[in-house]
């Protein structure tokens, strides 16, 4: 199994900085892409960035310049540094990833996990 864990959620206030981790464990044989997704109260989840292997990134047209997503393959970790948060940042922020997996039967690709999710909320 696969579990993807967020940390680093939290109150800030407008203008502030937050740095969300997303950890990746078990039968991982290689991590593909990872994401950062968002659910405000009310509306839909929305992609924020994401990140291939080989280091590509994207980013939500909201959200350009102001986020940065990285990750290091040796943690099997992913970041999300958010600077010059604005109020309509606040939501849950969720992880995802496409992942193969070692199983007793071979290799199991390109699964997709989400993380639990982690508040983030910017006070005006």
């Keep these: 199994q696969v579990q993807l864990v967020e940390s680093g959620g939290g ?3 407008a203008g502030g900085s937050l740095r969300l981790s997303c950890a990746a464990s078990g039968t991982i044989f290689s991590i593909n892409a990872m994401r950062w997704y968002r659910q ?7 992609l924020v960035a994401a990140i291939t292997s ?3 990134t994207n980013y939500a047209d909201s959200v350009k310049g ?4 990285s990750g290091d393959n040796v943690k099997k ?3 999300l540094q958010m600077d010059s948060l604005k109020p309509e940042d606040t939501a849950v922020y969720y992880c995802n990833g496409d992942v193969d997996r070692a199983t ?5 690709r390109n699964r997709n996990y989400w993380g639990q999710g982690t508040q983030v ?3 005006s």
């Design 40 to 46: 405000a109260p009310g509306k839909q989840r929305e």
């Design 104 to 108: 007793a039967y071979g290799l199991e």
């Design 66 to 69: 102001r986020f940065t997503i």
């Design 77 to 79: 970790t992913v970041y």
């Design 11 to 13: 109150l800030v206030q």
């Design 121 to 123: 909320t910017v006070s």
């Design 54 to 56: 080989g280091g590509s």
